[in-house]
């Protein structure tokens, strides 16, 4: 492990250091491009991309491409790039993830590769943790791509329902009606279509913007109707910013569209009310390691009492399968009673459930828990229950960010997640050294008996500092946490701010503030991520003599001091928080807090550690500050962390099953919507079918039929009149002559004829309309039931341990199974609706929306897949 780990150093600074000379280049070539004018700088794009155009490659003109974006730099925001920055623009133009720390400015590295790639024409996208971010980086940058002649969009999640695809674009050129975003404006859109605005910020060479809105267009553009309607174009380059934050916490749960479906809600309460008298260790157990709950004998026999009593019991055990659907409901409601904590797992706010990201302490909108477990909770907090959702498309990030033809990262903490990294999406790790030498010291931890005692010392430490004026960022796991700290400050007259990365826009303001004299800023994790904390505060719009005295003080008394009052279960998020202090080479510090009472100690290491104070000897109130017990506590990270890759491992290899699945049928629906000529396949469905009712009713090809067989033919003929109307001459007699092949055909050439005629009565176009949506409608129907079909047999599996064999083999054999079943269903509901389309002489109107993000469809509302049906009498049937 250590050789292996001494290896990678010694490999990182080999690459770092074989990309100097291409370093030395870039510089050489300063002189002249500082020579430029305005309008030649400007120039070189066009020259560039005529460069491409004749056969140069992407990498020959990277010397010229760096050196012009810096010389824009320089010219537009004042900033040249270090030559640290260019290395690390280079490892992202390579398709790696650049390691450089918070603060080095990765936000201007980026601009480097985005330039050069956005040459080709193609499209690059930059993926932010935020909206705030995605719109801030935007105009930040923007003057420097402006400068050179490149066009730049931001895309957000929808905020309010008139406009559900928030898109601008950057023009320096006028002023918008928002001062806050002076030079982005709103791209403006046709009505009914907001979805041009969308597509129009994709047409830009560079968009900037969050995981989570790429993937919903991406999905979304597989449920459009009309190709027209689509909004991304092919995924070539994207380099996601936070990296570790998005393809590894975030990554934990899939991006899923849904709708509502029909369910007893009774059920919920009822189930939450039962489980609410249940005790711990007396009823039910908890595994706090696989974070399940389990019940007692005990606990079990009081529910199968209850729920006799409320009637709702089949057969009188619990566990018996004729119960099978009210243990899903008594699984769900245990959880929510055993393991989920308001304000902790999640908040309840204007009567909903929502979801806090255990990261970052941010509220998840519009997410839910699935298997039913989110209703439960809603009715463990007895606040009204939304519906079930069915799926309607689903992708996980993995997945989606594997689709793009080059992908690129960057973060300030990757190295601990590299074989992840590298596991998964196929992304090398590079350590980029730092601008200047860091210089933050870094305490050890110091471990107490309890939180009580803990939080009492973490309290006195802020007093201390601040009573000098030396500002200090508290980081905490929760919300619950930080206003338990709150308190505490309070108490002791400390004024100070708390963030709980609910409101990134207002946060950043004051994250952006927590350098200065006094201030005292209590965090979660990962509140304010990505926003600069510079000594003295932001400069901007401050006297800079001031800001400047202020600046000096606060390095005078040691910059920005971190507290963590509790060890995130990543190593890679403590150091994230420690990066806070020492940025481009600050003076600042750092200490973690713990007790025993953590989660992080208690899940793995908490005996030993225990052990380590007993015989150190310690009291309530001594903190032990020890390395035995530090290495115990990472121990238990590292435990953690493989314990959670192999979650995410496992969140991929069955998304792989499912992904195989929906190239397929997403390939398919393009081929639909972009004219494939679906005549001559539909026709070819009509005769598989046709051969296989045949089949089914007649095994005996011989000429001679028993009389027996009459019965066969007329079954076969009913069948058949199920596909299309059987005129008058096949039923007559007219077949029993015949072998099973020659009435296949001849049932063929009927279906021909009568497809021609009715072709003929229509019109060649609405004919081609009704093959286009009677496939679609097909398609998206039984894709939706397929998605749903396999949650459950990933569930199912989950579940029950299946004989001796490995669960994700029985998926992919089962998924396997399901999918051939849900071609020959294709197959089958094309060749039985196409000759029953009615269609009215207008073409159908193809006024849809995608469904909002985060937003259920209602049984009502128009379905979104636009057939301009309602939702229940559509895909929702
Ligand atoms: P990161 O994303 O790496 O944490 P940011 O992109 O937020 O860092 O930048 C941190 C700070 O460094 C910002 O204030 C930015 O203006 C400044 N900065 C970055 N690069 C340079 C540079 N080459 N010259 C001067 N300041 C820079
Ligand atoms: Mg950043």
């Known amino acids: 492990m250590v050789k292996w780990l001494s290896n990678l150093i010694d490999s990182n600074e080999r690459a770092v250091k074989r990309l100097q000379p291409l370093v030395d280049h870039i510089n050489s070539l300063e002189p002249e491009f500082e020579k430029l004018s305005d309008a030649e700088l400007r120039a070189k794009t066009d020259e560039f991309k005529a460069r491409l155009q004749d056969g140069e490659s992407l990498d020959e003109i990277l010397p010229e491409a760096y050196a012009a974006v810096r010389e824009a730099a320089k010219r537009t925001i004042k900033q040249r790039h270090f030559d640290v920055q260019l290395i690390g623009g280079v490892v992202l133009h390579q398709g790696k993830i650049a390691e450089m720390k918070t603060g080095e400015g990765k936000t201007l590295v980026a601009t480097l590769p985005l330039y050069l790639n956005a040459l080709t024409g193609q499209g690059c996208h930059l993926v932010t943790v935020n909206d705030y971010l995605a719109k801030r980086d935007c105009q930040w940058m923007g003057p420097i791509y402006h400068a050179l002649g490149v066009s730049l969009t931001a895309i957000t999640a929808m905020q309010t329902p008139d406009n559900p695809f928030p898109s601008y674009i950057y023009d320096p050129d006028r002023d918008s009606e928002d001062p806050k975003w002076k030079h982005l404006h709103h791209i403006p859109y046709p009505p009914n279509q907001p979805q041009a605005a969308r597509r129009q910020a994709y047409e830009a060479d560079i968009t900037y913007g969050t995981n ?42 899939p991006l899923i569209i849904s709708g509502a479906a029909e369910e007893a809600t009774q059920k919920y309460y009822t189930f939450a009310q039962l489980v609410s008298h249940l005790g711990k260790d007396e009823d039910y157990t908890i595994d706090e390691r696989t974070h399940s709950a389990s019940l007692t004998d005990t606990g079990m026999t009081k529910m199968e009492k209850a729920l006799k009593h409320e009637g709702l019991l089949k057969a009188p055990e619990l566990y018996d399968p004729s119960n099978y659907f009210l243990t899903q409901y008594l699984d769900s409601a245990l959880k929510a009673h055993a393991l989920f904590r308001r304000d902790k797992d999640y908040v309840v706010k204007d009567g909903q459930v929502i979801i806090v990201d255990e990261f970052t302490g941010r509220l998840m909108f519009g997410r839910r828990y699935s298997e039913g477990l989110h209703q439960a909770i809603e009715a463990k907090e007895r606040v009204k229950i939304q519906r079930e959702s069915v799926t309607m498309a689903t992708i996980t990030f993995q997945n989606y960010f594997r689709m793009y033809q080059k992908l690129a990262g960057m973060t300030g903490t990757a190295a601990t997640e590299a074989e992840e990294l590298y596991k998964i999406y196929k992304l090398d790790v590079v350590g980029i050294p730092t601008n200047k030498p860091l210089i933050r010291t870094e305490y050890p931890d110091q471990i107490y008996k309890d939180e009580k005692t803990k939080f009492a010392a973490v309290t006195r430490e802020i007093k201390e500092l601040n009573d000098q004026k030396r500002p200090v960022l508290i980081g905490t796991t929760s919300i619950e946490k930080s206003e338990l700290l709150s308190d505490l400050l309070k108490r002791n007259g400390i004024p100070h701010q708390v963030l709980n990365a609910k409101n990134h826009e207002k946060e950043a303001a004051i994250i952006a503030q927590a350098g200065r004299l006094g201030a005292v800023t209590v965090a979660t994790n990962m509140a304010g991520r990505g926003v600069d904390i510079i000594l003295g505060g932001n400069p901007e719009e401050r006297d800079a003599a001031e800001w400047q005295e202020e600046h000096n003080k606060v390095v005078e008394l040691g910059g920005l001091h971190i507290v963590g009052t509790e060890h995130h279960e990543a190593r890679r998020v403590d150091n994230q928080l420690r990066g806070r202090a020492g940025r481009q080479g600050d003076p600042g510090s750092s200490r973690f807090y713990a007790s025993l009472d953590d989660e992080i100690i208690r899940r793995f290491g908490g005996d030993r550690i ?53 190239e397929v049928i997403y390939d398919d629906r393009k081929k639909v919507l972009s004219g494939a000529d679906l005549k001559a396949n539909i026709l070819s469905m009509v005769q598989d079918e046709i051969k296989s009712v045949v089949a089914k009713h007649l095994s005996n090809v011989s000429h001679e039929r028993e ?143 995608a469904v909002p993000v985060g937003k259920r469809v209602g049984r009502n509302d128009p379905c979104p897949c636009g057939s301009g049906k309602k939702y229940k009498h559509c895909c929702g049937k």
């Open 212 to 253: 989570n809105e790429f993937g919903f267009d991406y999905l979304r553009d597989n449920m459009v109707w009309d190709l027209s309607q689509c909004v991304q174009r092919p995924l070539t380059y994207a380099i996601v910013d936070e990296v570790d934050n998005i393809l590894i916490d975030e990554a934990r749960t």
């Open 610 to 662: 225990q052990g380590v104070m007993q015989w150190a000897g310690m009291d309530e109130n001594t903190p032990i500050e020890h390395s035995i017990a530090t290495r115990a506590m990472t121990n238990s990270q590292v435990k953690t962390e493989g314990y959670h890759f192999d979650i995410r491992k496992h969140l991929v290899e069955y998304d792989d099953v499912v992904n195989k699945h929906r």
């Open 707 to 849: 009389e027996g067989e009459k019965s066969n033919l007329s079954g076969l003929l009913e069948d058949i009149s199920a596909i299309f109307p059987v005129p008058p001459q096949f039923r007559s007699n007219g077949l029993s002559e015949l072998s099973a092949q020659q009435i296949t055909e001849k049932l063929t050439d009927y279906a021909n004829e009568l497809y021609n005629q009715r072709e003929q009565e229509l019109g060649p176009d609405n004919m081609r309309i009704a093959e286009r949506m009677v496939m679609l409608r097909v398609i998206d129907r039984l894709w939706m039931e397929h998605l749903t079909a396999m949650d459950h047999l990933r569930q199912g599996i989950g579940l029950h341990a299946v004989g001796q064999q490995e669960p994700l083999v029985v998926y992919k054999r089962e998924g396997h199974a399901y999918f051939e079943a849900l071609l020959a269903s294709i197959q089958h509901d094309v060749a039985h609706n196409i000759y029953h389309v009615g269609i009215t002489k207008e073409a159908p109107q193809k006024k849809k929306e």
